[in-house]
């Protein structure tokens, strides 16, 4: 990587990293917490107080991105997250579940990754832009796994109110970064050709992808939904999973390395179409133990197996869009990616909720392992997209 390119990986992965820590300290603890104001004795309404910020989220991802082709990267990433900040400052200052649920809505209406990656993918070349975008997806695994050990504690010692003051304190952090540590904007914005919503939806390449998020991310959440308790039937206590999951978050980072050489050797395509595959066995694995009497250790094996291939496709994914999509519309792309990755939390929760409450978890297991080979499918016509130089900065 070029120095610009350091620096633009650095600053841009640790807006991501600050603005995830925030959002995952809140998350284990929110309905526990949450309960304890007035009104949290309604679980549609608690439900709803959580979930709001996927919803807004995702309606606003696409806008966001459209504005950033025509306003500029920066000036839409610091509106977003000073808009992120005041929505966990209002949750903070809640006396009731309403107040929680405002303050959510607002942290999801600073929808900036699609900003933020689009930015990334203008700052980096083609070869070494899965890199950059890896490292983003290492911010956020790595500040998931954090998130799981420091929230208790957190919540012990400063309520669900401090944790959202710490939220948006970091949120303010995150828009110290992008004013003075990041690289300015390609010069190329400015006066460029603006082009179209349709020109995004009419490329195969781009919805191939668009589907393929959807899928991930539906299946991420939805094994999660039934993950949880097969630790507790093997043995593991709710308090203790992060011993399981920050091992297998952490050991697929060191193998992340090799699909770096893979990649400058021409094997992208296989790298993305084998980590799709992966997952599809993870999923036969735990519809396999979820069967039977789950046991740690083979769940242990399958969880460090998903997040070898989660983490290349989070990395391969939005390096492709970006790199399929033209300059003048990538922002766009990125959010109508970020849209479909949203939706994909939304249906994955309902739908993996209502599988297990209905037919348990091995159908759940079952769906998952059809969806992610249905992908496997759509996927193997792909071809990788050639390399193409950064745009000079201003």
């Known amino acids: 990587m070029t120095p610009t390119e350091r620096r633009a990986s650095a600053s841009l992965a640790s807006i991501f990293a600050l603005r995830m820590l925030g959002l995952f300290l809140v998350l284990p603890v929110f309905a526990l917490e949450a309960r304890k104001y007035p009104g949290g ?15 807004t989220q995702g309606l606003l991802q696409l806008p966001f991105g459209m504005a950033s082709d025509r306003f500029g990267r920066k000036r839409v990433i610091v509106l977003g997250l000073l808009i992120f900040a005041a929505g966990s ?14 303050g959510r809505s607002l942290q999801g209406a600073g929808a900036v990754s699609a900003a933020v990656t689009a930015l990334l993918a203008d700052l980096t070349r083609d070869e070494v832009r899965t890199k950059a975008m890896a490292l983003v997806g290492a911010s956020i695994g790595l500040m998931f796994a954090l998130s799981l050990v420091l929230a208790p504690l957190l919540a012990a010692a400063v309520g669900l109110t401090g944790l959202f003051v710490i939220t948006g304190a970091l949120a ?36 191939r992808m668009n589907l393929g998020v959807f899928v991930l991310h539906a299946v991420q959440l939805a094994m999660w939904v039934a993950v949880p308790a097969l630790l507790v039937q093997a043995g593991l206590p709710k308090d203790a999973h992060w011993q399981v999951y920050l091992p297998a978050v952490l050991g697929s980072f060191v193998l992340m390395g090799g699909m770096f050489a893979l990649e400058r050797r021409g094997h992208l395509k296989k790298v993305f179409l084998t980590a799709i595959l992966l997952i599809a066995w993870v999923e036969v694995g735990l519809l396999a133990v979820s069967s039977g009497t789950p046991r740690l250790w083979p769940l242990g094996g399958l969880l460090f197996a998903f997040f070898c291939g989660f983490n290349v496709l989070e990395a391969t994914q939005p390096s492709l869009v970006s790199r399929l999509a033209p300059m003048q ?4 792309a990125m959010g109508v990616y970020n849209t479909l990755q949203s939706l994909g939390f939304f249906v994955g929760g309902w739908l993996g909720g209502s599988l297990v409450k209905s ?26 997209p050639g390399r193409q130089g950064a745009v000079k900065t201003a």
Do not use: K, N
């Open 41 to 55: 004795e309604d679980p549609a309404l608690l439900g709803l107080a959580m979930g709001i910020y996927g919803l």
């Open 89 to 102: 400052f209002w949750a903070a200052a809640a006396t009731d579940l309403h107040g929680l649920l405002i």
């Open 172 to 207: 303010l952090l995150g828009v110290a970064v992008m004013v003075w540590g990041a690289p300015p904007a390609p010069a190329m914005q400015q006066g460029a050709r603006r082009g179209r919503l349709a020109d995004v939806l009419r490329h195969a390449g781009l919805m």
């Open 329 to 332: 519309v990538r922002g766009t």
């Open 359 to 384: 037919w348990g978890s091995p159908m759940l297991f079952l769906c998952c392992t059809a969806a992610m080979l249905l992908w496997w499918l759509v996927a193997l016509p792909m071809q990788a």
